[in-house]
């Protein structure tokens, strides 16, 4: 039964994640999604294919004709860039390895073929709030064909003023010259993959770039303009210490970066091909991992950032942490997201989409991908078709994830149910969360403690009805 106790949380920050009590860190240390999405994206199905999607745009594009273009749900862009001139042995992410840059042309006129199969069924010159190129490494392409890119995107959708156009970039891959040419095409963010400023991690994984090369890269972004700057690094990577993460966060100190992605290495070499090539004897143990999490988050607290969740950081006035102070906070398939719950439309090899109710994934490799634009057809291969259980749920497990809160009420009111009822098995099922001090529980809602920051991932799941029912979890990265 529920505690009576009304959540009154203090607005704290996370505790560290080594200072978690034994029996915690034993409790949940397991795997378990990330919750860009719910239902997550191994729950989609083939039985939802190019038809539904193109049933999907055309009811954004009656609903928006309905309510009038201002009264139109948000829209933004992912689009896939999947080729990379090297590999990186700790990558999972769908890509192409070459040193053919002309591919990138053949590819460019797949995307543009999609962009006007999409404005088809959705209408022309839908406003776009967000634009993301992803990878893949975007940077891969040249001047020129990110020219072609970005005048194709135009072309389709009509940007925003103001709009947040983020690209990843490879360090390796750009110079001030390359970073002028991407804030002239219209890009006001940057992602920087550095992973780690360690040579002798560097070497391990395949990824040597110097730590002058950053600083410069950065220092030549501020000069430029760029509104915000994010920093990719792993820990638990093969040859880190604690000593040679320390350097890593005196490093990233330096630098500043607006927003820091610290995310865990997940070593899946039976899923990951490139994996395999990392010698598991050099990874650092789990407990070794906790500690440099624990260290990071103690450094970063230190050096003024705001621990968002999970494992973003951001400086107080960036946007990212103004929207969790006003608890405007979202996630999607790129992780947390200052956007208010979009439409997104997925452009590329294997890019995932959300439009409506509705996910939507393209095919997965390039010839299947190119064949079915071939046939004039969208090249989505599966998806799902959301049910009112999975809207509820996916409302309190992103409450959960983005404000650390759920208001019984407000989901009430949003979803014509009575949730405590509904979801009296899960609340329950929560009480180990309770008596552990994670997550404070009363009759008006829940809220996660400074703690339960750390185990965030492992309340969520008590609400996947799909993970609760078949209790699979190898396929997912560990909680801690």
């Known amino acids: 039964m529920l505690n009576q106790t009304s959540p009154r949380c203090p607005a704290a920050e996370p505790v560290r994640a080594a200072l978690l009590p034994a029996a915690v860190i034993a409790r949940h240390d397991t795997s378990g999604p990330r919750y860009t999405s719910y239902p997550t994206a191994d729950r989609f199905v083939e039985a939802f294919g190019w038809a539904d999607y193109t049933q999907a745009l055309r009811e954004r594009r009656h609903d928006g004709a309905a309510a009038g273009a201002v009264l139109a749900r948000p829209l933004s862009l992912y689009v896939h860039i999947p080729f990379c001139d090297s590999l990186c ?78 690209i990843e970039v490879d360090p390796r891959t750009v110079d001030a010259g390359r970073l002028g040419h991407l804030r002239a095409l219209g890009f006001n963010r940057l992602s920087l993959g550095v992973q780690d400023f360690d040579p002798d991690v560097q070497q391990a994984v395949h990824r040597l770039q110097s730590t002058e090369q950053i600083f410069d890269l950065v220092a030549h972004s501020r000069e430029l303009g760029f509104e915000s700057l994010n920093v990719d690094l792993i820990y638990g990577l093969p040859r880190q210490t604690a000593a040679s993460f320390e350097r890593t966060l005196a490093s990233l100190g330096r630098l500043a970066p607006d927003r820091i992605a610290l995310y865990a290495y997940a070593h899946l070499p039976e899923r990951f091909k490139p994996q395999r090539r990392i010698a598991a004897a050099e990874l650092p143990d789990a407990h070794a991992k906790l500690a440099m999490l624990a260290r990071a988050q103690a450094v970063l607290a230190e050096q003024g950032y705001v621990d968002i969740g999970m494992d973003h950081f951001a400086l107080p006035a960036d946007s990212l942490a103004v929207a969790k102070r006003q608890g405007r906070l979202h996630r999607n398939f790129q992780g947390y997201s200052t956007q208010p719950d979009s439409d997104l439309i997925g452009l590329g090899v294997s890019a995932i989409g959300k439009v409506g109710a509705t996910y939507s994934q393209n095919a997965k490799t390039l010839e299947a991908y190119a064949d079915l634009l071939g046939q004039g057809r969208l090249p989505v291969v599966r998806g799902l078709a959301l049910t009112r259980d999975d809207l509820l749920r996916r409302a309190v497990i992103m409450a959960v994830m983005c404000q650390g809160r759920v208001d019984f009420e407000a989901i009430d009111s949003a979803y014509l149910v009575d949730s405590r009822r509904l979801l009296a098995a899960e609340l329950d099922a929560l009480a180990p969360f309770v008596e552990e001090g994670s997550l404070v529980l009363g009759a008006q809602g829940l809220e996660v403690t400074p703690q339960g920051w750390a185990v965030v991932r492992a309340v969520a799941m008590v609400f996947d009805r799909y993970l609760q029912a078949d209790r699979s979890r190898a396929r997912f990265s560990r909680i801690l």
């Open 89 to 166: 042995y700790y990558c999972a992410c769908n890509k192409i390895i070459t040193r053919h840059h002309e591919r990138g042309d053949e590819y460019l006129a797949l995307l543009a073929r999609e962009m006007a199969l999409v404005a088809a069924e959705m209408g022309a010159g839908q406003t776009v709030g967000q634009l993301h190129l992803g990878g893949g490494s975007p940077t891969f392409l040249d001047d020129d064909q990110l020219s072609t890119l970005m005048a194709t995107v135009r072309r389709h959708f009509s940007l925003a003023p103001g709009a947040e156009c983020a």
